[in-house]
């Protein structure tokens, strides 16, 4: 039985986006089907599966033939039009056949994060309603088979779970791969029945928990392919470029500027499934990467690492950074380092990216802006009382996005819109040309003896120390201001950073003194989202008991 989703699409915007030329666009396979016609034997994916111990490439032809055989597969579990598959995969092939393959009969796509674990999963696949379920035997040493047969007793709708190199009749590959399901039926009647419209769900995307309980964001096959094609033009990506994607494709920076850019270039998607600057940088010399977007860790660890002194990185030109904030120095060095665009932009899972800056854009812009709204986005600054305000302060952040998504799973009311504008939860100031600059989530103002304390401000001139390898700021309670900062600070290998050289050293900023974190609090490493955003949340629930 479909899952009942309850969006907030609504038939004036269909209108509206249809008037303006915008939608409908169709379906992803569109565009990989015409791929087969025309470059059948051209890389699609390739990257090094950890598990396996190898490199796995497949074209678009075979891409092609195994979504298809994957479909019909999941068809005959009993998978229907508007049910949702999960699968815990990170980067390798088979996530990018799998999505293919639930466009082909109407299922609903829901990746969730390799790193997710028992208390996430009980809760993700229940809410889902999910039907089928596929994971990897094992990946970076833990055991997701194990987990998923402890979890299952506790999920009376998940019918049917398969392993990647599993066995018997839990295996993946015995049951979607090696039978040709596509030959067993009259495979072309049968994927036109079952056809999604492109404003059905196709994807159920949980948020990546930096601020608590994740919710289910809905996207359809406009609003995602809007966001593909709209930063395609924006970043002026053709299909010359080699797309690498390090960041997860359970995350919609891979999802979208992954994997879905990728084949609407109709060109090759390099994946890496864990984590490495030396890899990443072996990837780019190697298969003549261009561009990428990932979070602000990524960057880090790319631009300091040493394997850019062995490797041939001329053919890498765009880095799009987004998810957090950027430390002005970092773009400076990774910009030397890589000798490449380094981009700054601001976006959600609920909206895709919706400002950036861009190659042309003049040093100041590129390095002290998170960018300007792109084509057929807006954003706006505005007071508590939802009017908007003068360049060069700061206040609520709202949007408009051409692939805004459609609601919130079962929680239709929990989307905060103004007068079509959507509350995006994020504190910024706009300057006179319409750049933004991210100062911090309303969650994680600082309120100082009344006095706002610019958080992202604060860390990034902490981040300029040259002992700092990442720093947070959040509010402890305080009796008598209300709140006061704490900075939590990782410091580079080997590094000695104190209470006093942190003061020092925003003194020697200029920083105001009301502005002072009053605590200091070093950290072996930090909380993160499986992107690499900080889990403030969990911050602030340590600060709580901390004083002066």
């Known amino acids: 039985m479909a899952l009942e989703t309850m969006t907030i699409l609504t038939q004036d915007r269909i209108e509206e986006m249809n008037a303006k030329g915008i939608w409908p666009k169709g379906l992803l396979l569109d565009r990989v089907a015409r791929l087969v016609e025309t470059q059948p034997d051209a890389v699609a994916v390739t990257g090094i599966n950890s598990m396996r111990g190898r490199i796995e490439t497949v074209s678009y032809n075979q891409l092609w033939r195994y979504a298809r055989r994957i479909a019909i597969g999941l068809a005959e579990l009993g998978v229907e039009k508007g049910e949702v598959v999960s699968y815990q995969l990170p980067n390798w092939w088979e996530f990018t056949a799998l999505h293919l393959a639930c466009l082909h009969i109407g299922a609903i796509t829901n990746p969730v994060m390799p790193i997710f674990r028992q208390r996430e999963l009980s809760f993700m696949l229940d809410y889902a309603e999910s039907k089928v379920f596929i994971a990897p035997k094992t990946f970076r040493n833990y055991d997701h088979q194990a987990m998923i047969e402890e979890l299952r007793p506790a999920l009376p709708k998940l019918e049917h779970v398969f392993i990647l190199d599993g066995e018997g009749d839990a295996s993946f590959e015995t049951h979607f791969l090696e039978r040709r399901w596509e030959e067993e039926v009259d495979a072309e009647a049968f994927f036109v029945a079952r056809r999604p419209d492109p404003n059905d769900i196709i994807e159920i995307l949980y948020t990546s ?121 970092l773009v400076e060095t990774a910009t030397e380092r890589l000798g490449a665009n380094i981009l700054s932009g601001w976006g959600m899972t609920e909206n895709g990216l919706v400002t950036t800056t861009r190659p042309e854009d003049p040093a100041e812009k590129i390095f002290n802006t998170d960018g300007a709204a792109i084509a057929n986005n807006a954003v706006r600054i505005v007071d508590p009382d939802g009017d908007p305000m003068t360049a060069n302060t700061v206040g609520r952040l709202q949007a408009q996005s051409i ?84 900075a939590f600070v990782q410091t580079n290998a080997g590094a000695n950073f104190t209470f006093d050289a942190m003061i020092e050293h925003l003194l020697e900023a200029g920083m105001s003194k009301t502005y002072l974190p009053e605590r200091l609090e070093l950290v072996d490493e930090f909380p993160r989202t499986a992107s690499g955003k900080i889990q403030k949340f969990e911050l602030r629930e340590i600060a709580k008991g901390f004083s002066v």
Not at 244 to 262: L, N
Not at 311 to 319: G, P, Q, Y
Not at 476 to 481: A, T, V
Request: hydrophobic share 40%; with cysteine.
């Open 209 to 329: 928990g930096t601020s608590g309980v994740p919710k289910g964001v809905l996207h359809t096959s406009n609003t995602l392919l809007s966001l593909a094609d709209t930063g395609r033009e924006w970043l002026g990506l053709t299909p010359d470029d080699v797309v690498f994607m390090p960041s997860p494709m359970a995350h919609q920076t891979g999802f979208v500027y992954g994997m879905h850019m990728a084949f609407v270039l109709g060109t090759k998607l390099v994946l890496q499934d864990i984590w490495s600057a030396e890899l990443a940088a072996r990837q780019i010399n190697d298969e003549g990467c261009s561009y990428t977007m990932a979070s602000t860790p990524f960057l880090a660890d790319l631009a300091d690492s040493e394997a850019l002194d062995v490797s041939d990185v001329s053919s890498f030109r765009i880095f799009c950074s987004a998810g957090a904030p950027i430390p002005r120095i």
């Open 403 to 486: 692939g805004m998504f459609v609601g919130y799973l079962k929680r239709p009311d929990a989307c905060e819109t103004y007068d079509g504008w959507f509350e995006t939860g994020d504190l910024a100031r706009m300057d006179e040309d319409g750049y933004i600059r991210i100062v911090g989530r309303a969650k994680d103002i600082i309120i100082r003896g009344g006095e706002n304390v610019p958080v992202v401000e604060v860390e990034e001139l902490i981040y300029r120390h040259p002992a700092v390898h990442d720093v947070a700021v959040v509010a402890m309670p305080d009796e008598r201001l209300g709140e006061r900062g704490c």
